[in-house]
């Protein structure tokens, strides 16, 4: 039998400075405790507040304009107090606000980051996707897939808000960020509209004038056909662990809204208080109406309307609806797609008592 021996520390070094002169590594160096045997994340449970949020875009109102040097977007990023350097808001997303004012145009461009806007405030404001263009109401879910043109542009009365998601940190690790500027013969210009979400035609499962598969997913969830669908699932039986939540799909797939984020709707009837569990997605909820707290690995953090918090990857959470009279309503965003893809997707739930 042959016996190993670890040679004498004087002996393991002078290996180790051989080894990485030529750019080479021996994994005897790892300490022991970097393997762990549960998910460990830099991620951290937080809650911005809505008022702070709303504040800030307020203030960025009167004192950022766009279109005005390198600003094309008045948009506030949520930050997670784990990736203070990178200023993302998971390791995989990014959430923040964007303020439109009337009269405004944020010009068009395209990347190879997705992006969401789930609207919240005002009305005449809309963005044009690849032709189609898409006004927004408060509750509407649009999508821009990525790689597609878009612009927003506003034509109604007051301020318009609405939630930005991307998938920013998720390309960035792939290093595939492409970003390119809407221009023809050099100049800048207005995206040509050639279909609409008021068009009779447009439909959820086939957005006009779509030339192939890809083009044609709806780009366009509406609240008034999403709520109703919401409010009939919370009639039924509420899942223990996420109340009644309904996922957005894309129905020429039957999968998620997009190939790295999925997004849901989900409501709590009052007095509901969801069971616990884990998995190793990471959510950012959004509390578009009512009042309640979510428990994150032990800790409560109470939200209201407009507030948003980070559930990071394997931690426990479970969700309460503090009214006893008045329903109430999140919207999230996942990074389970990506997880799912690669068989990494694993959730732990609480036993029902
Ligand atoms: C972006 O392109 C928009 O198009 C909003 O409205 C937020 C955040 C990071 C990178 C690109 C938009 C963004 C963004």
Known sequence: MIESKTAPSAVVEELDRELAKKWLSGIWRLPRGERPKDPKTTVQPYLWKWADIYDGLLQAREKIGIQQGNVERRVIRLVNPGLEKSEMTTHT????????????????????????????KGHGGYTTVNGHRMMMEAG??????????????????????????????????????????????GEERRLDVTSTSEDPSYSLTRAVGAKDAEAARPLHYRWRDSYPALKRLAEQS???????????????????????????????????????????????????????????DGKKYEWEKGDTFVVPLWHWHEHVNRSSKEEAVLFSMHDQPILQAFGLYREEGQPGL
């Open 93 to 120: 997303m990014l959430m923040s606000f964007q303020l439109i004012q009337p009269g405004e145009v944020a010009p068009a461009h395209r990347h190879t980051m997705a992006a969401i806007r789930f609207i919240l």
């Open 140 to 185: 509407d879910l649009i999508l821009t897939p990525q790689w597609t043109w878009h612009e927003h542009a506003h034509e109604g009365s007051e301020p318009m808000v609405w939630i930005d998601g991307l998938d920013v940190p998720f390309i960035n690790a792939l290093q595939v960020i492409s970003f390119e500027p809407y221009k023809v013969g």
């Open 238 to 296: 509420p899942d223990p662990y996420d109340g009644a939540a309904l996922e957005y799909v894309n129905p020429l797939t039957g999968g998620a809204t997009l190939p790295t984020m999925s997004m849901r709707l989900q409501l709590l009837n009052p007095g509901a208080h969801t069971r616990a569990h884990r998995h190793t997605s990471t959510t950012i909820y959004h509390a578009f109406s009512g009042s309640g707290a979510t428990v994150i």
